[in-house]
T-cell receptor
């Protein structure tokens, strides 16, 4: 149980285009989903937290107009990188939390490798 | 503010030997501690967590971790390392028990098990 999927697993796009990444909880309802960015050989940087049906909460320094997050249902959250540039190339990972208890661990998707040419 | 430190960028251990991956934390309240493992180009997999109770927590794949409040540590251990344990390990902490579940991750420790 507690499987999180991401699509696509890998995407290459041209500079200036927008890319959408989907995160789905396959066998549970995720009240909260998180989006992380991971640079090579570095830790995960939390970008934003989204709760179903409400606006995402962005971490300091993350441009909300550039990284659009939509959490339309309890099983789907999307991250859209708008007008992507080479510096946006990274490994993006989503995770999902169950319930509102802080005791629950997060379940992570397999990640999406974004390369902007 | 909460923080996690993983002092070792890399740990090398011979197959069959015990392994330890270190983690120390800083929180204002009670800590909720987690260990995750990441294989190349993959997401993170949950290994174990400490919420309350017994200081020795057992998790997946034979891993365990010991919570030490006085030393603010949560070191990951395994009695006998396998080559397949080679991966990147992240310690994480959260100090809010409900609602907003922000987790802070350490910088990761690369574990290399040598055959």
């Amino acid at each position: 149980g507690a499987v999180v999927s991401q699509h696509p697993s890998r995407v290459i796009c041209k500079s200036g285009t927008s890319v959408k990444i989907e995160c789905r909880s396959l066998d549970f309802q995720a009240t909260t989903m998180f989006w992380y960015r991971q640079f090579p050989k570095q830790s995960l940087m939390l970008m934003a937290t989204s709760n179903e049906g409400s606006k995402a909460t962005y971490e300091q320094g993350v441009e909300k107009d550039k990284f659009l997050i939509n959490h339309a249902s309890l099983t789907l959250s999307t991250l859209t990188v708008t007008s992507a540039h080479p510096e946006d190339s990274s490994f993006y990972i989503c995770s999902a939390g169950t319930g509102t208890s802080g005791y629950n661990e997060q379940f992570f998707g397999p990640g999406t490798r974004l390369t902007v040419l | 503010a909460q923080s996690v430190a993983q002092p070792e960028d890399q740990v090398n251990v011979a197959e069959g030997n015990p392994l330890t991956v270190k983690c120390t934390y800083s929180v204002s309240g009670n800590p909720y501690l987690f260990w995750y493992v990441q294989y190349p180009n993959r997401g993170l997999q949950f290994l174990l967590k400490y919420i309350t109770g017994d200081n020795l927590v057992k998790g997946s794949y034979g891993f365990e971790a010991e919570f030490n409040k006085s030393q603010t540590s949560f070191h990951l251990k395994k009695p006998s390392a396998l080559v397949s344990d080679s991966a990147l390990y992240f310690c994480a902490v959260r100090d809010k028990p409900g609602g907003y579940q922000k987790v802070t991750f350490g910088t990761g420790t690369k574990l290399q098990v040598i055959p």
